[in-house]
Every structure is written in structure tokens, then in C-alpha cells.
């Protein structure tokens, strides 16, 4: 019986403590995204919602922070779908299929969810890793070590450029570049 309580309290989340040990983090992360703080504040705020409201879906699979960075990510990304900005497009839009304008090329809506209830949505995601993995790999390698830089490891556009030595506007032909094929490989590869 100990050990069962263990394990159910290692799973449980602990909302009145969010603020005060994710709250910075949070709209730091939010404040890089979209350059505004009264926006990164009202989405972290929205966050903080939106985790309440799911948290009796949390399975104890990710750390709390983690789980409340993806709900963030889903937050900053639904912002810019709402102004539709160039911003919004050029950082959050993927746009495999230039004839097409739906909301099936939004890359979030084309990935597994981590947090499906679906019994094969694990298989699902470890499988569509490799297959990424395998799509990266057969990247030309300047658009393969930009492309991982800022969107797996989210290094700044300004210290990629810095240690590439190219400008921001190279930076960001290579990123449409790498996800342009990096789609087409999925879609004969994966989907």
C-alpha cells in the first residue's frame, strides 16, 4: 500500500505551488515568443487555466514544467493563428503544400499527441521520431544543424547567426527550406 501511494503522488500535480516555481520561467518563455510582456503574462495566465482544467489528464509521463512549457507552446501557437502575423507564419506556420491553405499544415496537428489516450499514440510518437530523425538525417548538413539549432534545441536566431556566420534572413531560407522537405519526406515517409 506504501508503495502504491508513492507511486500516485509522484503522478499528482501541485497548482498552488506553479507560481511561484514555473511562473518566470513561464513568461520568459512566453515574453521570446512573442516579444510583448502583456501577452506573455495573459499567456501564462492561460497556461495556468488550461493546466487546472486538464490536470486530470496529467499521467506523470513529463516533470510539471514540462507538461506546462508544451500547454504554453500550444498557447503562443493559437496567439498567432488568432493575429495571423507574418511573425506568427514565418516561426509557427509550416506550410508543406503551397496549393494548400487548410489547417492540416499546422505541424502541431499533424504529430501524435503525447497525451492521447489512444492506446497506440506511444508507438505512434517513437515511431514518427525515427522517421524524422531519418528526414534530418538526409537534410544537406547546413540545413540539418540549422534546422536542429533552433527548432529541436532552441538556440537563439541571433547566437545561431553568430556562430554560423550568416545573416537572419539565410537563417530563415534554410528553416522554410529544411521543413519544406522535411514534409515531403514525411509524407512519403510517415503519414
Known amino acids: 500500500m506504501t508503495h502504491l501511494s508513492n507511486t500516485m503522488t509522484a503522478h499528482q500535480l501541485q497548482p498552488d505551488k506553479w507560481v511561484d516555481l514555473y ?15 502583456e501577452i506573455a503574462k495573459d499567456l501564462v495566465q492561460e497556461t495556468f487555466f488550461a493546466g487546472l482544467n486538464s490536470a486530470k489528464n ?7 514544467r514540462t507538461w ?17 502575423s507574418n511573425k506568427g ?6 506550410n508543406y503544400n503551397a496549393s494548400s491553405d487548410s489547417d492540416g499544415d499546422w505541424l502541431e496537428e499533424q504529430v501524435a499527441d503525447p497525451y492521447s489516450k489512444l492506446e ?9 521520431g525515427l522517421a524524422i530523425q531519418e528526414c534530418i538525417s538526409k537534410l544537406p548538413r547546413k540545413q540539418s544543424l540549422v534546422f536542429t539549432m533552433k527548432t529541436i534545441q532552441g538556440i537563439s536566431t541571433e547566437d545561431i547567426c553568430n556562430e554560423l556566420g550568416i545573416n537572419p534572413s539565410n537563417l530563415w531560407v534554410m528553416i522554410h527550406r529544411a521543413r ?12
Open 120 to 128: 497506440n499514440a506511444a508507438m505512434e510518437n517513437a515511431e514518427l
Open 180 to 191: 519544406t522537405a522535411l514534409m515531403g519526406c514525411l509524407n512519403q515517409n510517415w503519414y
Open 89 to 94: 507564419k514565418a516561426e509557427v506556420r509550416i
Open 23 to 37: 511562473a518566470d520561467y513561464l513568461f520568459n518563455y512566453a515574453v521570446a515568443r512573442v516579444s510583448n510582456a
Open 58 to 64: 496529467y499521467k506523470g509521463d513529463a516533470a510539471e
Open 68 to 84: 506546462l512549457i508544451a500547454i504554453l507552446k500550444r498557447k503562443v501557437i493559437d496567439h498567432y493563428r488568432k493575429i495571423n
